[in-house]
T-cell receptor, first 111, second 112 residues
Framework: ELKVEQNPLFLSMQEGKNYTIYCNYS?????LYWYRQDPGKSLESLFV?????AVKQEGRLMASLDTKARLSTLHITAAVHDLSATYFC???????????FGTGTRLQVFP | GAGVSQTPSNKVTEKGKYVELRCDPI?????LYWYRQSLGQGPEFLIY????????DSGLPNDRFFAVRPEGSVSTLKIQRTERGDSAVYLC??????????FGPGTRLTVT
């Protein structure tokens, strides 16, 4: 059974601190996605990682992909309150277009 | 430009009733996806269309669920004999068929 696991599931962090969210998956994949979801809202695309070693950065967020380890990370630098949301990783199994989502990491940034 | 739109935004129905949920994709997008998200969970894949045909319906939970996309644009997700366990947010996404999926705001379905 294909599994996508994120940890931690909940993260409470102080403004200005750094932290990393981990996403492990159990199948061969050529695409890894990170989405953000605010309460009661839909999913906002953050990053799409398409190859081994891919690294993308946007503002205080940086995502990377290691396809050999089946691991992606989302690194948060100098967190600010506006980053408070739930973050999902999702994997497209090889040769399919459906996305398999992790359970999400709920991030809360406090002053 | 306009994003993915879904109607209704909220739907409350009684157990056993039939419901239809509508998705309008981004203009020109050939791929359309349906997911559902239960409270506190990640979205779960239901079905994917490429054009008018269902390319992958492996996520539909049972034969009470059916989706159509007759003209390759708007799609309707149909649920027969609704059950309380069907309560969730139903999300639609569209894309060009490459790799991006753009999500709509969702329809919150509550079965009482």
């Amino acid at each position: 059974e294909l599994k996508v696991e994120q940890n931690p599931l909940f993260l409470s962090m102080q403004e200005g601190k750094n932290y990393t969210i981990y996403c492990n998956y159990s199948t061969t994949s050529d695409r890894l996605y990170w989405y953000r979801q605010d309460p009661g809202k839909s999913l906002e695309s953050l990053f799409v990682l398409l190859s081994n070693g891919a690294v993308k950065q946007e503002g205080r967020l940086m995502a990377s992909l290691d396809t050999k380890a089946r691991l992606s990370t989302l690194h948060i630098t100098a967190a600010v309150h506006d980053l408070s949301a739930t973050y999902f990783c999702a994997v497209a199994p090889y040769n399919t277009d459906k996305l398999i989502f992790g359970t999400g990491t709920r991030l809360q940034v406090f002053p | 430009g306009a994003g993915v739109s879904q109607t209704p935004s909220n739907k409350v129905t009684e157990k056993g009733k039939y419901v239809e949920l509508r998705c309008d994709p981004i203009s020109g997008h050939t791929a359309l996806y349906w997911y559902r998200q239960s409270l506190g969970q990640g979205p779960e894949f239901l079905i994917y269309f490429q054009g008018t045909g269902a390319a992958d319906d492996s996520g539909l939970p049972n034969d009470r669920f059916f989706a159509v996309r007759p003209e390759g644009s708007v799609s309707t997700l149909k649920i027969q004999r609704t059950e309380r366990g069907d309560s969730a947010v139903y999300l639609c996404a569209s894309g060009t068929g490459s790799y991006e999926q753009y999500f709509g705001p969702g329809t919150r379905l509550t079965v009482t």
